[in-house]
Nanobody, 112 residues
Framework: QVQLVESGGGLVQAGGSLRLSCAAS?????MGWYRQAPGKQREFVAS???????NYGGSVKGRFTISRDNAKNTMYLQMNSLQPEDTAVYYC?????????WGQGTQVTVSS
């Protein structure tokens, strides 16, 4: 089983930046970020493969950048120009034996 641990969340003012990290217990080709705001469904944020192919959700394109360090089995999400609507719990995920494994999440709160 793969374990995922997110970190880096916090409280930031609108227009600010945060960098999230997701450390995996073992290498995975695909890793992704999702977020869930109160009362809303979980939303795709971004994903990256081990060879660097990235994909972004429409609401974060141009503001967020996903990256990874394969040697450390760690994925990052650089979030710039944060807005109050970015407030959510951010989760990372990765596949494992046909299932999706999720981290415990990290809270990001953007104040106006």
């Amino acid at each position: 089983q793969v374990q995922l641990v997110e970190s880096g969340g916090g409280l930031v003012q609108a227009g600010g930046s945060l960098r999230l990290s997701c450390a995996a217990s073992r290498s995975r080709n695909y890793m992704g970020w999702y977020r869930q705001a109160p009362g809303k469904q979980r939303e795709f944020v971004a994903s990256i493969t081990s060879d660097g192919i990235t994909n972004y959700g429409g609401s974060v394109k141009g503001r967020f950048t996903i990256s990874r360090d394969n040697a450390k089995n760690t994925m990052y999400l650089q979030m710039n120009s944060l807005q109050p609507e970015d407030t959510a719990v951010y989760y990372c995920n990765a596949p494992w034996l046909g299932k999706t494994v999720w981290g415990q999440g990290t809270q990001v709160t953007v104040s106006s």
